[in-house]
């Protein structure tokens, strides 16, 4: 019986512009000229590799002698790969088994057949790496153009069909039980003594749901995600500092639409924290959530990037806080198991970088309670300075939206004499808007600056809380903490503050 014909089709997907599996065996069928044959097919695996069931069976017969001639409808069935096609046939060769497409009629066993065949599957590669390049430009050109893209649907939001530009798509549109939940989300955590954990506790007290659908990862992502801010230039100037490409244009941020937030075209993969070089478009459907309360949740987010408080957190209310000016690793709280008192070590000594931190010993009470004392000082400044910060950050805030606006104007109008422009003019033009860019950038900074220190609304709170301050809990102090303090520096007898106030 052995060695006989071995017929094999492959499909993908079954597309109507596709051959079927039938069609293909039919072809392969007139080649065995009435000789024995055996089927293998592989339906719904891709040629891109060998990872395929029937393929491996055909593999195995062929090691076990049980074949002759491999024959298929076009070689691109068996394989899109130059690798697996080149191991494929020196095994072909290795158990004298022949090789044949039914439609591309190639003789292996001549050096010059052998050379025809490589070529073909060099194209043949080519144009599957040609349909990904069209299938990922397709995405992008789509998402770009603000289409429902397909993935799972944001929480606080439902689908229904809608049209853009004729094309028959989808958006969202808020579900009124969710929708309700992510603005008492925002709310909560724009209230700068609100923690994740605070929002967790409340989700779960009012019966939000399973315990297992709510964490704060989940909630951190909510909070992140541009899907539900009313983005206006507010928003537009936020990515813009943060080096995220904007391909809506800014005067389409008129403070009604949502926006889609994507990785960026051929960008690998990065931190969520990360949005340089990302792509925020406007998205069709209206967003729940004000621009003023998305950035402040967004801002403190952004700021929360202090090390993570395991249980060593418990032996001081400023564990993450502390840092070391030298090498930049934080300061971590131990304690003696001789005298029991607690010193801050930099934790720089432990990863090989041969940094000591302070030349002295920092004991933590001592350090608490200088720290206790600065933020005191820093309270008794700020109340008296709040209502002028206030007053002239509005002031500033509109005299920056006035700049911006005449530097656009600027820009328009060199713009509209590009036309008629001689060289020379051209190379004016050209400096010239790359100094306006360069000055917008810095407003825009300085805008987004002021957003996001707003004097604290809860001032009053505060200082109560630092009267009481021995009677607080530790969480409580480490609360207070992450209001009015950015980051603390150590280098040798210096201790630096950096205010959130």
Known sequence: MYPIDALYARQSLDKKDSISI?????????????????TFVDKGFSGKNTNRPDFERLIKAIKEGKIKRVIVYKLDRISRSILDFSNMM????????????????????????????NICIVFAQLERETIQKRVTDAYYSKSHRGYYMGGRIPYGFRLEETSIDGVLTSRF????????????????????????????????????????????????????????????????????SQGTNIISEAACFIGSNGAFLYKGKDKDRRKQSDLTDRDLVLAPHEGIIDSETWLKCRWKLLNNNQCARTKKGKRSWLTGKVKCKKCGYAYIVTKSNTTGLRYLQCSGMRYNIRCKGSEQTIYAHIFENHIYNEMKEELKKFQYLSNEIEKSGNVSYSKYKMEMLEMDKEIEALLNKVSEASTTLMQYINMRIDQLDAEKK???????????????NNLEKINNHIEIWDELSIEDKQKIADILIKVIYIDNDTISIEWNI
């Open 22 to 38: 039938e069609s293909q065996l039919d072809f392969c069928r007139y080649e065995t000229h009435g000789n024995e044959y055996e």
């Open 173 to 240: 549109i808020p579900d009124p039980e969710e929708a309700n939940r992510v603005k008492m989300i925002f709310d909560m955590y724009a209230n700068q003594d609100a923690t994740l954990g605070d929002i967790f506790r409340r989700l779960i007290s009012d019966g939000s749901g399973d315990d297992k659908k709510w964490c704060t990862a989940r909630i951190s992502d909510i909070i992140r995600n541009p899907i539900y801010v009313r983005a206006d230039i507010d928003i537009y100037n936020f990515f813009l």
């Open 442 to 456: 810095k407003l825009q900074e300085k805008i987004i600056s002021l957003s996001a220190n707003k004097p604290i």
């Open 90 to 117: 020196e095994l072909f060769q290795k158990y004298n088994v022949e090789f044949v497409s039914s439609t591309e009629k190639f003789d292996t066993s001549t050096p010059m057949g052998r050379a025809m065949l």
